[in-house]
Structures are given as C-alpha cells and as structure tokens.
C-alpha cells in the first residue's frame, strides 16, 4: 500500500526532470523513465547494481549482432515499436547479461517484462504524473499502462509539441487517449509563460498551416489562449513585436545577438546576471553551427555561455573510464570498446564472435600483449586520476594511445587566449546564455529566446514542410518569456 503523498512524476527529458524537482519540491518523486525502471528493478531483485547504465548499448550489442549473426538489426526499433523478434531479443538479453548494463529502452523494456511474470511487482502511487506524453512511444506507453493498473494516473501533453518521431514516438498515441472512454479529458488551454504577441504567432501558424493542409490530425477543438494577469501584461506592453532579422550571415549573429541584449535592457547595473538568454539553433553534423556560435560569442565578451553536447559513449576513453572503476578490470564492455579501436577489424570481429555465448571474460580473447599494454596505460591513467607524480615518457605513451596532438593543442589554447583578451567589453558579460538545438530546447524558458540561422535548408524535410518541423517551431516560439528574436541569412 502507498502513502498518502506518495506521488510520482515522470518524463524523459532529464533537464525538464529537474526543473520539476524545483517546481514540486516535497509535491512528488520526479524521475526519468529509465532511472524509475532501474530503480523498481532494484526493488525487485536486490542484488541488481543499477548504477551500472550505458547510453549506447544497444549500439554496441546491435554491432555484435551484425558481427555474430551476419545480419543489420536496429534494436532501438525493435524496443520502441515492442516488436516480438523472438531470435533478436534472446540476443540481446544474452549480450545485455555479458556486459552486465542496462540501456534506457532495455532497462523499460526488463520491467514489463517482470511485471508480465508477476501483476505483483507492479507498485502502487497515491498519483502518477506522466508528463510530454505525445513523444512517448509504444514501449513507454505500456509501462504506463501498467502502472495504471494500480495507480491514479494524470497524462499530460501537447499534440502541436511532438517533436521525437526519431525514437518511433507518434501524437496519435495522445490523442487516443483523450478521446478514449476510460479517461477524462480537461483542456488547458491559458499560456502564462507568453507574451501575447507570442501566443497570437503561434495560433496565426496554426490557423496558416491548417488552411495549407497540414496538422489535420491535430485535435481541433483545442484553444490557445493568452493569461491576462499584470505582470504578463506588463511584460507584453514592453515586447509587443516578435523581431525579425534578415541577411544575418553566420559570422554576425553574435554580434547581433550582443546588439539585442544591449537594447533590450541598456540599464541593467548587474552585468546582466538576473536575465536568462535561450540561444536555438539547428541540428548539424558534429554540432558545428552552435559550436562556431559560441566562439563568436565568446568574442563579444559573454563569459556565462552554456553549450550543451552529446558526448559519443563508445569512444576510446569511455571505455578506459569503465576499466578505471573500481572493482571493474574485467569488465567486458570496457575491453570490448577499448579493443575496438586498438584491434584490425578482422581480429576485433573474431574476438567479439568467441565472446559470444561463454562465460569466459572479453578480455581473455584479446593477446595478451595488448591487454598488458593497456594495462600499462590504465596505471598511468590512475596516477593521473589520483593527482600522483608521472614522468614524461609515461605521459608521452598515455597521450600517443589516445592519439592526443599536444602541440596543437597548445596552439588552439593561445589562439582563444589572445582571442579573449581581444574580446569586445560587454556590459552583460555574466548573462547567462544556454545554446541548443529545438530538439534540445524542449521543456526549458528563458526571458529572452534568439532562433538563429532560421533558414529553409535547415527547417524543410527533404526540401518540404512537415507536421513534425511545424510543431518543432511551434516549440521553439514558446520558449520566451519576454521577447522573441528570429534571425535568418535568406532575404526573407
């Protein structure tokens, strides 16, 4: 039996997770998806380390699969969409139990799969929250339907904001849901994060976009209104526009954006430390538009910048990390990344291949001279760790594996040393500015919001529009608070 205030959140959005936590306070238990899976396998089986969690392992186990079997398989598809490969799943499970980590999708995916063994293990909540519930996909929405099965439930979403159709996630889901006879449906249809003229864009895209046939599966009768209250009023009374700018080439748009903030709040005596900046860009290769953005930034003095990047787990020194533990020498899924990228892919394709279905460790189908080497780096890597004296050969041999160029590295770090003692005084220096994509943006605020580089190449599928891009700019106008820029390099 639960307590009485025993309340659930949960969403898959970590930073969206932690605002919650603020917002609620003692209110309720906010948690991933993922996280909350582990944490009630735990309960479940005891002995179970849940710390033990790897991004990328249906990554890794999926190239196993390639190497092993001599099929392509994607298991994110297989996981998302609950599809019953019966061959592919045994593998996996086999892999996922020899590398000893859970995945996200894996470890969601080992709950339902307790909980089809025993309706029991299905624990019980005074209230659930389920929150963006229109980028769930199918494997999400079955735990939930689980959980609902003892638990009150309060599904929260937004049909205009689905966003991760890249993770088989589908709006129809939730709009299922609100037309099903075993729930009740409330609107909530007041925004009192929004100016009014932000809300009046958003429902003029809508309203455009429909009579050019698009969202015709949206819910129709569903309103978007501005929340007339005096501080929102003032706020509107002092934005009344949403700012566009053409011809922004790249190379101008901080400086543009330190324009922006400097006419925007000329008078403000703290160098701008109690105003928030949301900079949104678009998705590119290796990150290469909000990564040059930051340096131009950097350059007209803005000190308090945010860049947030997804880091590539299966590389050489993630694997390396997991050796480090301690307790962890042995651990399969270290050697098997760190032999990846040491071994000819022949001899890492037999290695991964005598691997399977034994319970000998990866490590002992490796030559022992390679596993001695790196056995040789890892001490080397644990003085460094533990701030203990190394000579320079030692360290010449650490930064040679990890094909670490440290000249050029020298080079870069006077380059930006001279950059930033040439950058321009700012007055806002401290302003706290946050860089992503839309897709990043989803679930954050911030007073004001700059969409940059708002160009069609970057905003069509395939040279078309889309429901998905449209919701995606319906999200990114709804991010500001106070005042919205839009900045393009076309002509319109």
């Given amino acids: 039996e639960c307590g009485k205030n025993e309340n659930l959140t949960l969403s ?20 991933t998806l993922h996280s909350f899976a582990l944490s009630v396998l735990k309960d479940i089986w005891p002995k179970l380390d849940i710390s033990r969690y790897f991004l990328d392992l249906e990554e890794i ?44 999708n894996c470890s969601v995916y080992a709950l339902i799969k307790s909980f089809e063994e025993d309706e029991n293990r299905v624990p019980k909540y005074s209230l659930l929250l389920i929150d963006e519930f229109q980028d769930f996909n199918l494997l ?27 993770k088989n996630a589908k709006p129809q889901n939730i709009r299922d849901k609100d037309s099903s006879e075993n729930y009740t449906s409330f609107d909530l249809s007041f925004c009192s994060r929004c100016t009014e003229v932000i809300v009046k864009a958003f429902n003029s895209v809508v309203i455009r976009a429909s009579e ?55 008078g403000e005596e703290d160098n701008g430390r109690n105003i928030s900046v949301l900079i949104i860009c678009p998705s590119t290769k290796n990150n290469i538009l909000k990564d040059k953005l930051e340096k131009y930034l950097r350059l007209q003095g803005f000190k308090n910048i945010q860049n947030s990047k997804l880091e590539a787990k299966d590389n050489l020194l993630y694997g390396l990390e997991l050796l480090l533990k301690p307790g962890n020498s042995k651990c399969n899924l270290g050697w098997r990344i760190v032999s990846k990228h040491m071994l000819e892919q022949k001899i890492f394709d037999n290695v991964v291949t005598q691997s399977h279905k034994t319970e000998k460790s990866f490590k002992s189908f490796i030559d022992k001279k390679n596993t001695k080497y790196v056995s040789s780096i890892l001490k080397i890597l644990r003085k460094i760790r533990d701030n203990n004296q190394t000579n320079e050969d030692d360290l010449n041999k650490v930064f040679c ?14 380059k930006s040393d001279l950059e930033e003692k ?14 992503t994509t839309i897709l ?15 160009d069609d190449k970057f905003l069509l599928d395939n040279g078309k529009i889309s429901d998905e891009k449209i919701c995606n700019f319906l999200v990114a106008l709804t991010r500001a608070r106070k005042k919205l820029f839009i900045y393009t390099s076309s002509k319109q």
């Fill in 12 to 31: 898959f959005i970590n930073e969206l997770v932690d605002d919650l936590k603020k917002d609620l306070k003692d209110l309720a238990k906010v948690k």
């Fill in 61 to 104: 186990i999926q190239e196993d699969y390639n190497i092993i079997e001599g099929e392509k398989i994607v298991f994110k598809d297989i996981f998302h969409d609950l599809i019953n490969d019966e061959k592919a799943l045994s593998f996996y499970t086999e892999r996922r139990k020899y590398y000893n980590y859970f995945s996200s």
């Fill in 140 to 166: 999400e929405i079955n735990l939930i339907d689980w959980l609902s099965k003892k638990s009150p439930i309060l599904i929260v979403g937004d049909d205009d904001q689905s966003l991760y159709s890249f």
């Fill in 212 to 266: 050019e046939g698009f969202l015709k599966d949206r819910k129709k009768e569903k309103d978007f209104f501005y929340f007339r209250c005096e501080n929102q009023d003032k706020e509107s009374e002092k934005n009344p526009h949403i700012l566009i700018k053409t011809h922004v080439e790249q190379g101008m748009v901080a400086y543009n954006i330190k324009q922006a903030i400097e006419g925007s709040f000329p």
């Fill in 401 to 414: 594996f990890l094909d670490i160029d440290l000249k050029n590295i020298a080079i870069q770090k006077i």
């Fill in 422 to 435: 040439r950058a321009s005084k700012n007055l806002h220096k401290n302003t706290s500015i946050k860089i």
């Fill in 440 to 454: 990043g943006s989803k679930g954050l605020t911030s007073d004001y919001v700059f969409m940059v580089n708002f």
